[in-house]
């Protein structure tokens, strides 16, 4: 008798556990993207997380070409910059398609100009996150509002300040960096068979194109150090206790989504950080319009 009433307790109180489950709050997300294409996949990841109950909020500029102010997916904080980006990505995008086929000279001429240009877009890069820490409520409101984390794109270093000065987790949405391949920021790549990007090599090397190799890393390095670093040291060096510098950022990320697809690269050292999600945009064929059929 006693076995029944005891069974009897168990029961109720499995049936009422049941009955309530418990329930789970979604994360409170700021995003600080970067526009156009990089914008175009962004908004995919934040489509998913918005529909998984996250609160998302996003950093934009007055000026961004993609991002909307208003949007069913986020709340949006609107960064006001004076004059218009138009001008400058149409320039950058014709300096990148004269390097296609010009002679040696012409090539090293345009990519001068073309370097200049990725030194000039971390500059704007720069001033829209001075707009944010010059603003006292902007970074009082940022204060408050109680992030769990980060995301942000590694292209453009201000996302990985911001998160630094917040004291927040990152995570960085796409392979490219500053400088590169983020792969050479954060895992072991000789340079004997890992072959730099744009260089055209495979894994496989003599002795002259390691040394080219070598070339087109020094390149990237010497990017890194004079055109893009200099661009964020004063702000570093102002508003993060102990200053900071662009790769250290960017090697701290928690989590890194990488938009590839390990098996079509040349084999090479990894991070267990690294989450390869390489065609995560990529949705089932949609019946064409009935109109296409229907028009004569």
């Not at 400088?179 to 003599?206: C, R």
Request: net charge negative; hydrophobic share 40%.
């Amino acid at each position: 008798m006693l076995l029944h009433h005891i069974y009897g307790i168990f029961a109720f109180l499995g049936a009422y556990l049941i009955s309530f489950p418990p329930s789970c709050n979604g994360g409170n997300i700021l995003v600080y993207p970067l526009d156009g294409s990089h914008w175009v996949n962004m908004k995919i990841l934040l489509e998913d997380l918005h529909a998984r109950g996250h609160s998302i909020t996003v950093i934009r500029s007055s000026t961004s070409w993609y991002i909307t102010e208003k949007s069913p997916l986020y709340t949006s904080i609107t960064v006001q910059m004076d004059g218009d980006t138009d001008n400058f990505f149409d320039e950058y995008l014709k300096e990148n398609i004269r390097r296609e086929g010009a002679s040696p000279l012409t090539f090293f001429k345009l990519t001068k100009d073309f370097l200049s240009m990725i030194s000039q877009a971390h500059s704007l890069s720069c001033d829209i996150l001075l707009q944010v820490f010059n603003d006292e409520n902007m970074i009082k409101s940022l204060m408050d509002s109680q992030f769990d984390l980060v995301i942000t794109d590694p292209a453009l270093a201000s996302g990985v300040i911001l998160a630094k000065y917040l004291k927040l987790p990152v995570v960085l949405n796409v392979r490219w960096i500053t400088s590169g391949d983020g792969h050479f920021a954060i895992a072991p790549s000789p340079f004997s068979y890992i072959p730099a990007p744009g260089s055209g090599l495979t894994d496989k090397m003599n002795f002259m194109e390691r040394v080219k190799n070598l070339f087109f890393h020094s390149i990237v390095m010497l990017q890194q150090k004079f055109m893009v670093g200099p661009n964020y040291d004063a702000i570093c060096d102002k508003y993060i206790k102990g200053g900071c510098d662009i790769m250290s950022l960017l090697q701290e990320a928690d989590i890194w989504l990488f938009r590839s697809d390990f098996v079509f690269d040349f084999p090479r050292p990894t991070m267990p950080n690294i989450v390869y999600i390489g065609g995560f945009q990529c949705k089932p064929a949609q019946p064409l319009p009935y109109m296409i059929f229907t028009r004569k």
